[in-house]
C-alpha cells in the first residue's frame, strides 16, 4: 500500500501539471525506483517522442551523456547511419564505462528512442531510468569487471544501435564480455520476467532468478507455454539479440504476460492488451491511472539490477585461472586481509588445477570443496570480508558443480 499511495500522489502532481526536471547526482540513499522515476519523467515529459533521427532523440541523447558525465563515467557518443526508405537516418548510442581490474566486462543496455505520437514512458523510458539507478549506485564501488552501460538509438527501428555497437566489436571484445543485461519495457505488464540463453549461458536469467528470490520480488521467466519459445528463452526482438547472435549469454529483464493472447509475450496485460507503441495507453497519464501500483516495479527492477550486478563476478563456472584472478583483486583490494591468506588460497587452487589437467575431474571437484571450506575458515578467522568470501565461494561452487554433471 505504500507504494500505491506514493504513486497516487505523483498521479495528483502530474495532473496538475508539475513535471520533474533534471537529475540528481546526490540520491544515493534514496528508495530503490525514486532515481528510475526522476529520469523516465524527464524523458517522456520533458523531452517525449524520441524517433530515431529526429531532434527529439538527440535531446534523450544529449540529457543521457550528461547524467553519466555527471556520475563520473567516461562517456563517449557512438554515432552511426542506416538508410530507411532510401533516406539516411542519423543516430547515436551513449556508452559509460566503469573501469576495472580484470580485463572481462558485463554490458548493461538499454534503448532510448521511441516510435512517433508516443512519450515512451513504458517502452522504454523505463529501461533507461532504471538503467541510470543501476549506474548511480554502483559508481563509487569497487567492482573487477569493467562495467559497460549503453544506452541505444534506433531500436524501434530494427535494433539499429545495438547491431551497429556489436560490428564494431572484435573477436577479444566478444570473448571478453561475460554477459549483456538488457532492460526494456518493465513496468505496465501483468508480471515480472527474465529471459537468458540455453543451457549453460541462461546464468544470468538463474542468477537474477535467485536474487528476485531473495528478496521477495516475484520475478519469473517464460513459462514455456508457447512450443515456439522455450521455458526460460524469449524472441530476438530487443537489443540482447545482436549480442546473442555472437554467443554473449544475456539476461532480459521485462514486464508482460506470457499466458495470454498469442503466448509470445506480446499482449502485456489482460486489462488492456499492448501498452507499448500506442500513443493513447504508453503515457504518464494513462498508466498512473490504469496502473499506478505497478510504478512499484521501478523500485523491484533497480534493485535487482544493481544486485545482479554486483554479483555477476561470481556467476559464471569459468576456470581456475579466473577463481585465481579473484583471489589476486580481493587481496589488492583489500577483501583478503594478509598475504597469507591470499598465498592458502592460491596453493590450494594450484592443487585443484593440477588434477584438473591430469583429468582427474573427481579428484578436481573433491579439492574444490575443500577449497570452499578454507574459504569459510579465513571468513570466521576475519582473513577474508564477507563481499570476497561470497563471490569466491559461489563462483567455486559453481565450477565444482559443473565438474560433478
Known amino acids: 500500500m505504500k507504494g500505491i499511495k506514493r504513486y497516487c500522489i505523483i498521479v495528483l502532481i502530474m495532473t496538475f501539471g508539475v513535471i520533474c526536471n533534471g537529475f540528481s547526482a546526490q540520491a544515493i540513499d534514496k528508495e530503490f525506483g525514486s532515481i528510475a522515476f526522476q529520469h523516465l519523467s524527464y524523458l517522456s515529459q520533458n523531452i517525449g517522442e524520441r524517433v530515431a533521427g529526429t531532434k527529439g532523440e538527440e535531446r534523450a541523447r544529449d540529457y543521457l551523456f550528461q547524467a553519466f558525465e555527471d556520475l563520473g563515467y567516461d562517456t563517449e557518443i557512438q554515432a552511426f547511419s542506416y538508410t530507411n526508405r532510401g533516406t539516411t537516418v542519423d543516430s547515436a548510442n551513449v556508452i559509460a564505462i566503469k573501469r576495472g581490474s580484470l580485463k572481462e566486462e558485463i554490458i548493461i543496455g538499454a534503448h532510448y528512442d521511441s516510435v512517433r505520437g508516443v512519450e515512451g514512458v513504458e517502452d522504454n523510458g523505463s529501461g533507461v531510468g532504471v538503467m541510470l539507478e543501476t549506474a548511480e549506485r554502483i559508481k563509487d564501488l569497487k567492482i573487477p569487471y569493467t562495467i559497460r552501460f549503453i544506452a541505444f538509438g534506433a531500436e524501434e527501428s530494427g535494433l539499429r544501435g545495438s547491431n551497429a555497437y556489436v560490428a564494431k566489436m572484435n573477436a577479444s571484445d566478444i570473448a571478453n564480455t561475460k554477459a549483456m543485461i538488457n532492460l526494456d519495457s518493465l513496468i505496465v505488464g501483468d508480471n515480472m520476467y527474465v529471459y537468458g540463453g540455453l543451457g549453460k549461458k541462461g546464468f544470468v536469467r ?4 535467485d536474487i528476485g528470490k531473495e528478496i521477495g520480488i516475484g520475478l519469473q521467466t517464460n513459462p514455456g507455454l508457447n512450443p515456439d519459445y522455450p521455458k526460460g ?59 499506478p501500483e505497478r510504478m512499484e516495479r521501478l523500485n523491484s527492477y533497480s534493485h535487482i539490477l544493481t544486485k545482479l550486478v554486483l554479483q555477476l563476478a561470481a556467476a559464471e563456472p569459468s576456470s581456475i585461472e579466473h577463481i585465481n584472478r579473484l583471489v589476486e583483486y580481493a587481496r589488492d583490494e583489500g577483501g583478503i586481509t594478509n598475504d597469507g591468506a591470499a598465498r592458502a588460497l592460491s596453493t590450494h587452487l594450484t592443487a585443484v588445477k593440477h588434477y584438473e589437467d591430469k583429468g582427474s575431474i573427481d579428484k578436481a571437484a573433491k579439492h574444490m570443496k575443500g577449497f570452499v571450506q578454507l574459504l569459510e575458515h579465513q571468513k570466521n578467522d576475519g582473513q577474508i570480508s564477507d563481499k570476497a568470501y561470497h563471490i569466491l565461494k559461489v563462483d567455486s561452487m559453481a565450477l565444482e558443480k559443473k565438474w560433478n554433471k
Not at 206 to 209: D, F, H, K, P
Open 206 to 209: 538463474e542468477l537474477a532468478l
Open 233 to 291: 528463452i524469449t524472441g530476438d526482438w530487443s537489443d540482447h539479440a545482436p549480442f546473442h547472435q555472437k554467443g554473449i549469454p544475456f539476461g532480459y529483464l521485462e514486464s508482460t504476460n506470457w499466458e495470454i493472447g498469442d503466448m509470445d509475450g506480446y499482449t502485456q496485460t489482460e486489462k488492456h492488451g499492448g501498452i507499448w507503441h500506442d500513443p493513447s495507453k504508453d503515457n504518464m497519464r494513462f498508466i498512473l491511472s490504469e496502473f
